[in-house]
């Protein structure tokens, strides 16, 4: 039968059927092969009896983060909020190249809008082509958008402490870990002091991730891909980059750059511009012998 594991611990992954959730070990041939399951994969197992099984097959993903290691998810939410920390260009840019280069939909909230005005960041980000929302967890107001993206997909949220990340979880779905009280009971949530990624079931017919990693997401730091195809993960930049006088430009300082002309003439937003340099420069090291030996499959 087909189900999704929603949970891993200690070698078992824990998969939610249409029947109920499982409690299986992995056939030793993924072992052999390289691949290692993931929460958020869709599987094939073998049931053993009503509650224990073993993952057969592991289905092709749609997307995969490397830490925290999850696959498949849709839709990443990234909270910033107005004050305490107030937004970080950076820090969204960093993580909407990181969602775009792993397959995922980035989506920028802006939290706690009854304390300032969002309209400047909200501008810069609805210019660079994203979905953008800004909202109050304490109001309400707004959260009306983000129920419409979350029916129906698999959805994560990550976002610095002090952005009202949980606020808006809890705005959203109420008391999480009650709401999916049968199958927390069964997956034995709370027993162990290491908090795991796992999937929980809403009622908008989706998925929510809960795992602490997803407040600082970050790339594989031997993923030579990434530097390669860094400017493609600025969505923004797409309709400039065939304008460059050189195929090798970077994008950073060349003359002839459809990228860099695109900012001087407005049609890029600087502060999207200076976070690519920024990640450029972190990358610039990186050459094509350092590809990842250890890549999750």
Known sequence: ?????IKALSGFYYVSCEDGVYECRARGNF?????????????VITACDASH??????????????????????????????????????VIDRLTAIAVYNGILPIIVFNKSDMG????????????????????????????GIREELKNCTSAFTGNSGVGKSSILNALFGNLELATGEVSEKLGRGRHTTRHTELFRH???????????????????????????LAECFPDFSEYIGQ?????????CEK?????????????EPTRHKS?????????QLKPWNVQKNKIK
């Open 31 to 43: 072992r052999k092969s390289g691949t290692t399951p993931l929460v958020g994969d869709n599987a």
């Open 1 to 5: 039968m087909n189900g999704k594991i």
């Open 53 to 90: 099984g073993v993952v057969e097959e592991i289905l092709p993903r749609t997307s995969s983060l490397f830490r925290p290691a999850v696959a498949n998810i849709d839709k990443l939410f990234i909270i910033s909020s107005y004050a305490t920390p107030s937004p970080n260009a950076s």
């Open 276 to 284: 690519y340099c920024e990640l450029f420069e972190e990358l610039k």
């Open 244 to 252: 460059c006088r050189f195929t090798s430009c970077t994008h950073t």
């Open 256 to 268: 002839g750059c459809g990228v860099l002309e695109a900012v001087k003439n407005s049609k890029i």
């Open 203 to 229: 009622e908008f017919g989706g998925y929510v991730a809960d795992t602490p990693g997803f407040s600082s997401i970050e790339y594989d730091g031997s993923d030579y891909g990434f530097k390669e195809h």
């Open 117 to 144: 005005d969002f309209s400047q960041w909200e501008r810069i980000y609805r210019n660079s082509g994203f979905k953008t929302y800004v909202v109050s967890a304490s109001s309400g107001e707004g959260l009306d």
